[in-house]
C-alpha cells in the first residue's frame, strides 16, 4: 500500500487519473487488501458528502422563487420581441410604400441617436457595511459623478441602496453623515436614497428603534432592487 | 441590439436557473447558514448578469459561476472576520460559528456529515464540495479557487482524512436512549 500515496489513490476514486496511471492503480489495488479497503472508504466518504447536502435547507424556496421570476422576465422578452417584430414590420411596409431602404437605415440611426442622447445615465451605488471608510467613499463617489455630470451638462440618476450594516448610513441618530446627505439632497434632485426595509425589520426585531433620515425611500428587499435595476440597464458599483 | 442584448441576457438567466441549486448547495455547504448562502448565490446572480459579457465561451458557464461564488465568500470574510491576511481564511474553521445541527441531532447521519464538514478549515472545506458534490476536475477546481493543483490535491486529501476520522473514529458508539421501565 505504500507505494500508492494518498493523493494518487484520490485521485484514482475522483477519475483524474489518465489510462495508463488508472491502469497502475487498478494493478496494485487488485494485489493489495489494504488498498482496496482504503478505495472503499474515500468512496464512501463521497457518497456520505454527497447524501448529506442533495437536499439543503432553504433550496425548495429558494428554487420556486427564482423560477417565477424567470417565467416572468421569459414573458416580458417575448412580448418584446412582438412588439419589436410588429414594429419593424410596419416600418418596412411604410417606407417601402414610400422610399428606398437607405431611408430606412437612416431612420434607424435617427432613432438610435436621438435614444442616447436623451437617455439619462443611471447608476447604482450599493453600500452594505457600516464601517466609515467605505460609508465615506461611497458619499464621496456619488457626489463626485454628481457634480461631473452637471459640470459636463449632462443627465444621471443617481441611486445610493444600502442594506445590513450599510443601513446605517441613513438611520436618523446614527449616520455620520446626515448634515452632508441633507445638503447632497437639496442640491442634487437626481439623487435617491434607498434602504431596504428586510434589513430595517431586522433591526426592529432585535428590538431597536430605527427612523430614517428625511427623504429616504425604502424598498422590500436591496438584492431585489439591484437586480431590478440592472434590468432596467443601470451601471452597479459596489463599495 | 438592446432587444438582443435582452434576449441573451433572459437566456443566461435561465441557464442561471439551472445551476442555481448547485450554487446554492456549494454555498450551503462552506457557510452552513441557509440565509448567508442565499445572499451568496444572490449575489453571484447580480455579478454574473452585469458581467456576462466577460464570459467569452459559453461552455465555461459552470466554472466561471463558481469562481464568482468563491469571490463573494472571499470578499464576505474581507467584510466580516477582518482578517490581516486573507490567507488566513483557507484555514479558518466556523464551529465557533453558528451550525445548524443542534446537539440532539447528531446522531443522524446528515447531521453529522455537514457538521464534520463544517468543523474543516476553510480552505479544505471549499475543494471538498466541490469536487465531491459537483464533480469538478481538479483543474476546474484549481482554477476556479485560484490555487495550484497540487494544492488540490494536498487539501483533498487532508479533508478526507479529517473527515474519515470525525465520523468513523470519534463517531459516538451508542445513542443514549430512554428505555421504559416497569413501575
Known amino acids: 500500500m505504500s507505494k500508492i500515496s494518498d493523493e494518487y489513490l484520490n485521485a484514482f476514486v ?70 419589436v417584430g410588429g414594429l419593424s414590420g410596419w416600418l418596412v411596409s411604410t417606407i417601402s410604400e414610400s422610399g428606398t431602404g437607405r431611408e430606412l437605415g437612416h431612420l434607424f440611426q435617427a432613432i438610435s441617436r436621438s435614444d442616447r442622447g436623451s437617455e439619462p445615465s443611471k447608476i447604482m451605488i450599493y453600500v452594505g457595511n457600516a464601517n ?24 444621471l440618476r443617481l441611486e445610493i441602496i444600502a442594506n445590513d450594516s450599510g443601513v446605517d448610513l441613513l438611520r436618523a441618530g446614527v ?5 452632508r446627505i441633507a445638503m447632497m439632497q437639496a442640491r442634487y434632485p437626481n439623487l435617491s436614497l434607498v434602504a431596504c426595509t428586510q434589513t430595517l425589520n431586522k433591526l426592529q426585531r432585535r428590538g431597536v428603534a430605527v427612523r430614517l433620515l428625511p427623504n429616504i425611500k425604502t424598498v422590500t428587499s436591496a438584492a431585489d432592487e439591484i437586480r ?12 | 441590439m438592446k432587444i438582443l442584448s435582452l434576449l441573451c441576457r433572459t437566456d443566461l438567466q435561465s441557464q442561471l436557473e439551472k445551476i442555481r441549486p448547485k450554487l446554492y448547495r456549494v454555498a450551503y455547504s462552506w457557510s452552513h447558514n441557509a440565509a448567508l448562502a442565499d445572499d451568496l448565490v444572490q449575489e453571484t446572480m447580480i455579478k454574473a448578469l452585469q458581467n456576462s459579457g ?29 482578517m490581516e491576511d486573507i490567507e488566513e481564511l483557507e484555514d479558518y474553521r466556523c464551529v465557533d460559528e453558528f451550525t445548524p445541527e443542534d ?14 464538514v463544517s468543523r474543516l478549515p476553510l480552505g479544505q472545506r471549499q475543494v471538498l464540495t466541490l469536487v465531491d458534490l459537483e464533480e469538478f476536475s481538479y483543474v476546474e477546481v484549481s482554477g476556479i479557487l485560484d490555487i495550484p493543483v497540487g494544492t488540490v490535491m494536498s487539501r483533498l486529501c487532508r ?25
Not at chain 1, 471608510?133 to 459623478?145: C, G, H, K, M, P
Not at chain 1, 449616520?175 to 448634515?179: F, K, L, N, T
Not at chain 2, 479533508?159 to 421501565?181: D, F, G, Q
Open chain 1, 14 to 83: 475522483d477519475n483524474q487519473l489518465d489510462a495508463e496511471e488508472k491502469g497502475l492503480a487498478f494493478d496494485a489495488i487488485g494485489k493489495d487488501d489494504a488498498l482496496r479497503g482504503a478505495v472503499c472508504e474515500v468512496r464512501e466518504l463521497k457518497e456520505m458528502v454527497r447524501h448529506a447536502y442533495q437536499d439543503p435547507p432553504g433550496y425548495r424556496r429558494l428554487r420556486e422563487k427564482w423560477r417565477s421570476r424567470i417565467q416572468l422576465q421569459s414573458l416580458a422578452a417575448c412580448l418584446m420581441l412582438l412588439m
Open chain 1, 132 to 155: 466609515p471608510v467605505r460609508l465615506r467613499a461611497a458619499l464621496d463617489e456619488s457626489e463626485n459623478l454628481l457634480e461631473d455630470y452637471r459640470r459636463d451638462n449632462q443627465k
Open chain 1, 175 to 179: 449616520s455620520r453623515y446626515a448634515g
Open chain 1, 228 to 239: 431590478k435595476r440592472l434590468k432596467e440597464g443601470w451601471d452597479y458599483v459596489r463599495v
Open chain 2, 54 to 82: 466577460q464570459l467569452r465561451n459559453p461552455d465555461s458557464l459552470n466554472g466561471w459561476l463558481f469562481t464568482i461564488l468563491a469571490n463573494c465568500w472571499r470578499d464576505y470574510f474581507r467584510q466580516h472576520r477582518e
Open chain 2, 103 to 116: 446537539g440532539h441531532a447528531q446522531s443522524q447521519l446528515v447531521s453529522r456529515v455537514r457538521h464534520a
Open chain 2, 159 to 183: 479533508a478526507r482524512k479529517a473527515l474519515k476520522s470525525m465520523l468513523y473514529e470519534l463517531a459516538p458508539t451508542t445513542a443514549k436512549v430512554s428505555h421504559i421501565r416497569r413501575i
